[in-house]
């Protein structure tokens, strides 16, 4: 412990250590060790078959499939917007900029619902797109579709603070020294939001892996083709296999936090990169 | 290259920030804009580079009508007060930025960029700093580090808005000489906005004074220094005493100090103001039968090679304190102490009669 703590001129350093860490326990920790210790109920064999049934494993696919294309959608598409939101004045932007916070606020059952009434086969949208051959609700691409709904705040908020930071100098400067638009973009403005990006996509690539509520509607939770992990989930607890339920919860956990440290390191090379030697 | 700029205006909501302006930046002369924050220095600066668009006017680059030009294809250089170093990029990187962004047609080969930046980098001595990054340099290097990136790009005109503003006073000192001979040895047009009076007269081939968007005075530092064309250059340009006096028929009188005024022969009883620049207030301990105003040592200040005395004046013919420098041997001569009477005299001043003065301007 002693090795950790170096002096310091604020106080509390132990106080605050301690509060940490207890709240961390009582608020993440405790309750996922509880998944883990109930899917140990579970011998192994049991727990293997549990986890890579060809139905669970089609899960799987899905879930990260479908929430790596919608964080990476999003991170696209939300740098634009951020961009847009920074950059230009224009009627309403106010509006528009309340407007990108709604998916936080939106019970996500209602985000479901609606997104479902408009892409299925009879909805505002649904009945151009089915006669061209593309269905969205009842399919992965309605996964999609929700996924990328609840996921672009995210981005534009994780970006949008830093495009405000950049100070025009930088591109004036480049300007002056003969670079062309996309130049300046390409290499003063890109590299100094790619380390809010990758956040940005960390925090929509997570919270889609989590996504239950909006997604539930709209996949039509067809076995093997639109059924997401954490549905499956819910089903095996509805059939009282708590065990089998938390063995999958604990796959995906694992799955979720190797990811997320990818992301990580990845988020801190690029940081460390773009501000030191 | 030349610059020359055609009544040039230029308006920010209700501010005037350029009022028709003329003027003409000879081809390798280092032209200094000086004035008041808000006189349009900066800008003036702006606009020649194309980062700002004139409401009217015209900018002539050698006898060519560039108003309309496009930043990128101006060929001018331009140094930041606060650097704007690419942060992601190295010190190697930052210089050859102008070059690498170039058409693939224009651009020079990886040996040709890697020759043009290590002699930039030595040229402004730093070569041994070629992959760090601009964050792990100091103020001065960092500066330093932009002029050379600026003049990567060959440029035919270089402009510095304030480039020694965010440095302390020592690095500001030294590189204040070091542009110095940069330009003698490069000779490119330059053209640079300060405030500080002292970089504009220590470094400057020509100073241009500005305020409230006008030019008041073009000029060498000499003659903006030795014979201001008007009171706002007068106080805007090193520490001076204000009079308030009067003239009559070739005479001025300030309270009973009666001085020859030949340039004003046929003025009648005009109220007027006087400037005396320090070093030439006379301070005498007698009368010695001449006129001259009485006051008292208030403060002495003995630093350096000359003593500069605050002396107080019981009318109200001065704005505050008399400021006088005399040399250490004329101190040691007088042997002034705080609360001494003496009797002081301008030794040369300027009078400009019928100037109601303002009091706006401190420098």
């Known amino acids: 412990m002693s090795t950790f703590k170096q002096h310091s001129v604020l ?13 961390l326990s009582l608020v993440v920790l405790i309750p996922l060790s509880a998944a883990f210790i109930y899917s140990a109920k579970l011998t192994w064999p049991e727990f293997w078959n549990a986890v890579t049934a060809p139905r669970v494993v089609a899960s799987y696919r899905l879930t990260f499939g479908a929430s790596f294309a919608a ?58 797109l089915e006669p061209l051959g593309i269905k969205v609700a009842f399919t992965p691409l309605g996964v999609f579709v929700a996924l990328t709904f609840i ?127 | 290259m030349s610059i020359e700029i055609c009544a040039l205006s230029k308006q920010f909501g209700s501010f005037t920030a350029l009022n028709s302006i003329n003027l003409k930046v000879n081809p390798g002369e280092l032209l200094a804009l000086l004035g008041p924050s808000g006189s349009g220095k900066t800008t003036l600066l702006r606009i020649i580079a194309g980062l700002e668009t004139a409401d009217s006017g015209q900018v002539l680059f050698n006898q060519e009508n560039s108003t309309d030009k496009h930043i990128r294809d101006r060929h001018v250089g331009f140094v930041f007060q606060h650097y704007a170093l690419f942060r992601n990029m190295t010190i190697f990187e930052n210089v050859a930025f102008g070059l690498r962004v170039r058409p693939r047609k224009q651009r020079p080969n990886t040996r040709e960029i890697n020759r043009r930046v290590t002699e930039l980098l030595q040229l402004v001595q730093l070569d041994w700093l070629a992959d760090r990054y601009p964050h792990q340099l100091s103020g001065g290097q960092r500066q330093r580090i932009a002029l050379a990136r600026a003049l990567a790009v060959e440029p035919g005109v270089l402009l510095l808005d304030e480039p020694f503003g965010a440095l302390d006073a020592k690095v500001r000192k030294e590189l204040r000489a070091w542009l110095r001979k940069l330009h003698n040895d490069m000779h490119i047009t330059s053209v640079f906005v300060t405030h500080d009076q002292e970089e504009a007269l220590e470094v400057a081939d020509r100073i241009v004074v500005m305020n409230r968007g006008r030019i008041e005075q073009i000029g060498t530092p000499n003659e903006v220094y030795e014979k201001p064309a008007n009171p706002f250059v007068y106080e805007f340009l090193g520490h001076v005493n204000l009079f308030h006096g009067r003239v009559h028929q070739g005479h001025a009188w300030i309270g009973d100090l009666e001085i020859d005024a030949p340039e004003y022969p046929e003025a009648e009883d005009l109220s007027a103001i006087a400037y005396v620049r320090p070093h030439d207030i006379e301070v005498e301990r007698t009368l010695n039968g001449e006129p001259a105003l009485a006051a008292y040592v208030a403060h002495i200040l003995s630093i350096g ?24 041997e004329r101190f040691r001569e007088l042997q002034l102490v705080k609360g001494d009477q003496v009797f002081v005299k301008p030794r040369r001043l300027d009078l400009f009669p019928n100037h109601a003065h303002n009091g706006s301007i401190h420098s």
């Open chain 1, 11 to 23: 106080p509390g350093f132990n106080l605050a250590l301690g509060f940490t860490l207890l709240y």
């Open chain 1, 71 to 128: 964080a990476a959608v999003n991170a696209f598409f939300g740098l634009l917007v951020a961009w847009v939101l920074v950059r230009y004045p224009f009627p309403g932007k106010r509006l528009v900029d309340a407007l990108i916070d709604l998916p936080f606020a939106l019970p996500t059952s209602v985000a479901g619902i609606t997104l479902t009434a408009i892409y299925a086969g009879n909805g505002w949208l649904g009945q151009y």
């Open chain 1, 151 to 277: 996921g672009l705040p995210f981005v534009v908020r994780t970006v949008q603070p830093v495009l405000e930071d950049i100070e025009k100098e930088l591109e004036e400067a480049a300007a002056m020294l003969g670079a062309t638009r996309w130049q300046t973009f390409r290499y003063i403005i890109f590299p100094a939001v790619l380390p809010a990006l990758t956040t940005g996509f960390a925090l929509a690539f997570a919270r889609a892996i989590g996504e239950y509520g909006s997604v539930i509607f709209i996949a039509g939770n067809i076995p093997m083709v639109s059924e997401i992990t954490p549905l499956l989930i819910i089903t095996k607890l509805e059939q009282y296999d708590y065990a089998g339920a938390t063995a999958i919860a604990v796959v995906m956990l694992v799955i979720s936090f190797i990811l997320l440290l990818i992301i990580n390191l990845l988020q801190w090379w690029v940081r460390h990169r773009s501000t030191k030697a």
């Open chain 2, 305 to 328: 090679p000359v003593v500069r005395l605050e002396l107080t004046h019981g009318d109200d013919l001065t704005q505050g304190a008399i400021h006088a420098t005399i040399s250490k």
